[in-house]
């Protein structure tokens, strides 16, 4: 069985999603940003200003791989987690790639004052730096194996479709028509 692993750009709903969804699958869910954070022993806005981003990235390729060798589990990961081929080769080998769609009004809506999100954080025109940033990044969730539009949909309802296409992925195929020898 494959983990349900969430991409998508912030503020897609990734964490309320993938939070719903393992419930209702009965499954553990992992957070690979909170885990980021535990590991790092700091906030992700702290280590962005006190590391950089590329010291992000790396602890982000490692808790990408050790939560791919864990349990089966729903993973809602961070919105640049497909950035490095090498970790879309490490969900994708291990999991079902579910991504979230969302537009950059909703993201502006859904990210308040986006203090929590480095990348967004502190510039004049946010619509513009949101804009600029799913476009670089639209080819990256097209690798997904399902695409799921949020905007305008409820927790309830997205959970519920999540879990849908998870489940008929899982489906083992029996192989029919087989017949035995006399
Ligand atoms: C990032 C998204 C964030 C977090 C970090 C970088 C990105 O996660 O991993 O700030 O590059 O898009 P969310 O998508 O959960 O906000």
């Not at 602890?59 to 879309?88: F, I, K």
């Not at 990348?119 to 600029?132: F, K, M, Q, V, Y």
């Amino acid at each position: 069985m494959k983990r349900l692993v969430l991409v998508g750009f912030m503020g897609s709903g990734k964490t309320a999603v993938g939070r719903r969804v393992a419930r209702l699958l009965g499954v553990p869910f992992v957070d690979t940003d909170a885990e980021i954070e535990r590991r790092a022993g700091k906030p992700i806005p702290d280590f962005f200003a006190q590391e950089g981003e590329a010291a992000f990235r790396d602890l982000e390729t490692q808790v990408l791989a050790d939560v791919m060798r864990g349990p089966l589990s729903v993973v809602s990961t961070g919105g640049g987690a497909l950035l490095r081929a090498e970790n879309v080769a490490v969900l994708r080998q291990g999991g079902l790639l579910v991504h979230l769609g969302v537009d950059a009004e909703t993201v502006l809506h859904r990210t308040g004052d986006r203090a929590e999100r480095p990348l967004l954080a502190g510039h004049p025109d946010p619509i513009a730096r949101i804009t600029e940033l799913m476009a670089a990044r639209e080819s990256v969730y097209a690798q997904a194996d399902v695409h799921v539009w949020t905007v305008g949909r409820s927790l309830a309802e997205l959970a519920r479709e999540v879990k849908q296409a998870w489940e008929e992925r899982q489906t083992v195929k029996v192989c029919s028509g087989l017949k035995e020898s006399p």
